[in-house]
């Protein structure tokens, strides 16, 4: 499976965007890139994905490169509940979604 | 969303015993499934690969004898660790992917905190 690069940590103020990044040089043609974020004690929870086009949903937006090297993943107002780790992941039709250490998402008052 | 469920959400049990952790998807069939435990302050490790109707795929270093996978339909995947020792008490997380999503999503049970004592 590709690999994905996130940042250890961000932190954010409160009804601030967020920008989370995550490279994935390795991409193929047919992977698609997902985000999950997880809260302490839960299991991860599906936040959005995209093939090529940037996506929008309820609850973020993606931003992905022309070349899909890389994505961006965007809050749009940030609040404490958005509290979590992030991950980036590629998943292709048989992949088997492996996780890297994502990005731990601190947000403050 | 699509919704995996899990239970039992905690369980404790005695050294030596087995427990028996079930992964439901409740609105969409899965062929698919996925065991991940998960140790505080970690990633997620991908413990093995479900696959309805056949043998699950084990991940390197994992011990099939220990930890039983069993997908016996579309709906319904059971990890049962046997001979439970107390350094098998992690935090176990399924999976289930939904082909009917354009993206094959992955959605993931609320997990399943075990501790062996």
């Known amino acids: 499976d590709a690999k994905t690069t996130q940042p250890n940590s961000m932190e954010s103020n409160e009804e601030e965007p967020v920008h989370l990044p995550c490279n994935h040089s390795t991409i193929s043609g047919t992977d698609y890139i997902h985000w999950y974020r997880q809260l302490p004690s839960q299991g991860p929870e599906y936040v959005i994905h995209?093939?090529?086009s940037n996506v929008n949903n309820r609850m973020a937006s993606l931003a992905i490169a022309e070349d899909r090297k890389s994505s961006t993943l965007i809050l749009h107002r940030a609040t404490l509940r958005d509290a979590a780790v992030y991950y980036c992941?590629?998943?292709?039709?048989?992949?088997?979604?492996?996780f890297g250490t994502g990005t731990r998402l601190q947000v403050t008052l | 969303g699509a919704v995996v469920s899990q239970h039992p959400s905690r369980v404790i049990c005695k050294s030596g015993t087995s427990v028996k952790i079930e992964c439901r998807s409740l609105d969409f069939q899965a062929t698919t499934m996925f065991w991940y435990r998960q140790f505080p302050k970690q990633s997620l490790m991908l413990m093995a690969t479900?696959?309805?109707?056949?043998?699950?795929?084990?991940e390197q270093g994992v011990e099939k004898d220990k930890f039983l996978i069993n997908h016996a339909s579309l709906t319904l995947s059971t990890l049962t660790v046997t001979s439970a020792h107390p350094e098998d008490s992690s935090f176990y997380i399924c999976?289930?992917?939904?082909?009917?999503?354009?993206?094959?999503?992955?959605?993931f049970g609320e997990g399943s905190w075990l501790t062996v004592v």
């Open positions: 995209g093939l090529t």
């Open positions: 999976s289930a992917r939904d082909l009917a999503t354009s993206g094959n999503t992955i959605y």
């Open positions: 479900s696959n309805e109707g056949s043998k699950a795929t084990y």
């Open positions: 992941i590629l998943t292709g039709t048989a992949s088997k979604l492996t």
